[in-house]
């Protein structure tokens, strides 16, 4: 399957720090049109799309935030700098000197300042730099910033989408990668002469990022039986890793989570998903992700008696970084492996 690279820049370059998802939440909206049988937003902002199956005795969801990581302003100084706190794990190292948009009464660019390298201490080089060293720089003074910016407003990072060898790169791969394979897959299944097993919910969530909250109002709504968690992995295969750090490698396939620091994916449907990858010979790696949790558990606990809970990783470099990296073979071998399951669930013995 070839990627709609298109599809995914704009998915990518749409903002939407978490509790701030208003223009995410409406591009998935138009892309979701004729690819459901009906749609509908919760309170929250949460997007739920939900595909007929062949049967109803069952639900399936699967559930991709559509939050990124950003900023909130805190402050505007007297000489027009502003201040913000983080909405989300940035990594502090990797602003310096970037790009950002402050979605103020219209969008501002501005840029991550610090304090230059000729003119800090032996003791500031050797320190690594937090958050609060940085403001943002608009260029513009007080007076005409104020009519633009105010606290509260939010900062998302600024980094079109490119492609490059094998990849693509681009801030919010992390999650705007899942919600581009949740997207597909609705795609692949209306184009599909198999129907999903049951009644699939594809729900787009918001505020991931700051604790899987979307996520949890959503399962609740929904209380699946079956449910796939789609978020981006640490790929860890760059200079200085080992083996056994890396976590999931570019270009080696859809990972199927195992684990991460939120659940323990259930070994029923870890064993299902291997199969149907085999079945329909879709490259899969496994994934183990020591530290982070995913909307993942929200799905498995916050249904009554629990569902039976697995995850479809799309293995990212530079995560949390102001530019992250994705092999686009492994989007699509993503898309191939979430159709399939979706479609195949009633073929499996679900004994414990
Ligand atoms: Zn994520």
Not at 21 to 31: C, H, P, S
Not at 135 to 157: C, H, P, Q
Not at 308 to 320: F, K, N
Not at 342 to 349: A, I, K, M, T
Request: charged share 25%; glycine share 8%.
């Amino acid at each position: 399957m070839p990627v709609d690279i298109q599809l995914l820049a704009r998915i990518c370059e749409a903002p939407g720090a978490p509790g701030s998802e208003k223009k995410i939440r409406e591009l998935v909206l138009a892309e979701l049109t004729g690819l459901a049988d009906e749609i509908r937003t919760d309170a929250m902002g949460n997007i739920v799309a939900l595909k007929k199956g062949r049967s109803s005795a069952k639900k399936t969801m699967a559930a991709a935030h559509m939050d990124e990581i950003g900023f909130i302003v805190t402050h505007v100084d007297d000489k027009g700098f502003i201040r913000f706190n983080p909405v989300g794990g940035f990594d502090p190292k990797t602003l310096t000197s970037q790009r950002v948009i402050i979605h103020g009464r219209k969008d501002v660019h501005g840029v991550m300042g610090s304090k230059p390298v000729h003119i800090m201490s032996q003791e500031e080089k050797n320190k690594v730099p937090q958050i609060k060293d940085y403001f943002i720089d608009t260029g513009m003074a007080k007076k005409e910033i104020a009519k633009l910016v105010d606290v509260g407003d939010f900062v998302t990072r600024y980094s079109p989408l490119m492609e490059f060898g094998d990849c693509v790169n681009a801030k919010s791969l992390d999650n705007r990668a899942s919600v581009f394979v949740l997207i597909e897959t609705l795609r692949a299944l209306k184009k599909s002469k198999t129907k999903p097993a049951y009644d699939f919910h594809a729900a787009f969530t918001v505020q991931e990022e700051v604790g899987l909250r979307g996520a949890q109002t959503s399962a609740l709504q929904i209380q699946p039986d079956f449910s796939f968690g789609l978020d981006t992995t640490i790929a860890y295969d760059i200079p200085g890793s080992t083996p056994q750090e890396r976590c999931t490698a570019l270009g080696e396939g859809a990972a199927i989570k195992l684990m991460d620091s939120s659940v323990i994916c259930d070994y029923r449907m870890i064993a299902f998903m291997k199969a149907t990858a085999k079945r329909h010979k879709i490259k899969w790696q496994p994934e183990i992700l020591s530290a982070g949790g995913t909307d993942t558990a929200s799905l498995q606990r916050m249904v009554a008696g629990g569902s039976i809970a697995g995850a479809v990783s799309v293995p990212t470099r530079h995560i949390h970084q102001t530019i992250e990296t994705c092999n686009k073979q492994d989007l699509a071998d993503c898309v191939s492996l979430l159709t399939a399951c979706v479609c195949d669930l009633d073929s499996h013995d679900w004994s414990f």
